[in-house]
C-alpha cells in the first residue's frame, strides 16, 4: 500500500473498472468524489481505511451515463446528504437506464465548463466515449493540476495539449491488443472497446503519457479484467516510457493507497 505525505492535492482510488468506479480528492479546503459505480458502503469503508469520512465529502461529480459510474448516485445523495454535479443529459440517460431512487440536490455543469469548490477548480472535457454526454476532467488547486481521465474513446488533439499541464494523472489503460482479439469475446463487442468511442489500449495510454512533461506520477486505471492484467499493462509502460514515472496501477477489488502531488514539486 502507498501511503505518502501530502501538502496539497491527495487521491485515492476507491476501486477502478467495470464493476464499478470512484476516486476521492481533497485539497486543503474541498473534498470531492467522482462517480458512483461501488455503494456508498464501500466508499465509507474505504475512506474510513485512510482516516476520511464520507460525510465530509463536498461533492459528487459524474462523469457519464454508464452503470459503472452513475448506479449508487441516489444512494450516496439519500444516504450522507451529497450534492450530485451532473449534466442534464447524462442525468436523463443515467433515469431511464438504472435505477437511482429520489434525487434532491442535482447540480448541472455542461461538459467544457468548470465546477468550483473551495480553492479546487473542476475543469470538464468532452470525451467521444459511448456514453451521452461523457466527460473527463482535470482538478486543479494552488498550480497543481491532476487529470482524472478513463473511458476517454479514443485519442484526440486536445489530451496531448492538456497533458504537459498536469502534475498527475489517473489514466485508462484499458485492455492489451493481443488479448483483446484472442479473446472469448464476441466480435461486434471486440470492436466496440478497440474503436473510436471505446476504450484506450495499453500502448494508446502510454503514447498519451509520453507526451506529459511534468508528472510526478500516474496511475493505470479502468483495467479490464479480461483482456487485461495489472502485469501487462505495467511491463507495457515500463518498455515504453523506462523507469523515470512513478507508476501504480488501480484495483479492480480493492482501493490504493494515498497518492499526493507535493506542492514543492
Not at 455503494?39 to 459524474?62: E, F, T
Request: charged share 20%; hydrophobic share 40%; net charge negative.
Amino acid at each position: 500500500m502507498i501511503i505518502c505525505e501530502y501538502r496539497d492535492v491527495i487521491a485515492i482510488s476507491l476501486q477502478s473498472g467495470s464493476s464499478g468506479n470512484c476516486i476521492y480528492v481533497e485539497t486543503d479546503r474541498a473534498r470531492l468524489l467522482f462517480d458512483a459505480g461501488i455503494s456508498c458502503a464501500q466508499a465509507a469503508r474505504r475512506l474510513a481505511m485512510h482516516g476520511r469520512d464520507i460525510r465530509d465529502v463536498d461533492a459528487l461529480i459524474i462523469s457519464h451515463d454508464h452503470a459503472d459510474h452513475v448506479r449508487h448516485a441516489g444512494i450516496y445523495q439519500r444516504r450522507v446528504g451529497m450534492p450530485i454535479y451532473i449534466t442534464p443529459l447524462t442525468l436523463n440517460r443515467a433515469l431511464t437506464r438504472h435505477s437511482l431512487g429520489r434525487l434532491n440536490d442535482v447540480n448541472y455543469f455542461f461538459a467544457g465548463g468548470e465546477l468550483t469548490f473551495g480553492d479546487v477548480t473542476v475543469e470538464t472535457i468532452p470525451t467521444p466515449h459511448d456514453s451521452a454526454d461523457g466527460a473527463i476532467f482535470i482538478v486543479s488547486s494552488e498550480g497543481k493540476h491532476l487529470g482524472i481521465w478513463t473511458d476517454v474513446g479514443h485519442l484526440f488533439k486536445e489530451l496531448f495539449s492538456l497533458m504537459p499541464s498536469l502534475d498527475a494523472v489517473f489514466i485508462e489503460s484499458n485492455y492489451d491488443p493481443a488479448m483483446l482479439e484472442n479473446g472469448s469475446y464476441p466480435a461486434f463487442l471486440k470492436e466496440r472497446i478497440k474503436g473510436p468511442r471505446g476504450h484506450l489500449s495499453n500502448a494508446e495510454a502510454t503514447e498519451l503519457l509520453q507526451s506529459g512533461g511534468r508528472l510526478q506520477w500516474a496511475c493505470l486505471s479502468h483495467l479490464s479484467q479480461n483482456n487485461n492484467s495489472p502485469e501487462i499493462a505495467f511491463q507495457t509502460h515500463r518498455e515504453i516510457i523506462g523507469n523515470g514515472l512513478p507508476l501504480y496501477t488501480a484495483s479492480r477489488h480493492t482501493a490504493t493507497g494515498i497518492f499526493s502531488i507535493d506542492k514543492s514539486g
